[in-house]
């Protein structure tokens, strides 16, 4: 089993929080983390400075395209930021949390 992180940001603590909620009561994830960031970029030539949450989103390689869906399903953005990160190196017991959890 293959284990990764997907990541986004949100415009609001209550976006992030329904987007955790769904993808965790569906066992789409075993954990979401939340971050309060500021993000910097370019959006319609002008440029942005925006108070973001980022939330970081621990599930199997198989649940990718089903998290993908359900957050551009609940976003709020025209494009969402939508990345997955491989991890390569994973401890034993972490790994059969995120394989009971989804």
Known sequence: MKIIAVQTTCS????AKKIAKV??????????QMTK??????WKEEFCND????ISIKTKKENFKKIKSKIKELHSYDVP??????ITDVSKNYKNFIEKNC
């Open 51 to 54: 108070k973001e949450v980022l």
């Open 37 to 42: 960031v500021n993000s910097f970029y370019m």
């Open 81 to 86: 930021e939508i990345i997955c990160l491989d």
């Open 23 to 32: 993808l965790i009561q569906k066992n789409l994830a075993a954990c979401v």
């Open 12 to 15: 609001s603590k209550k976006e």
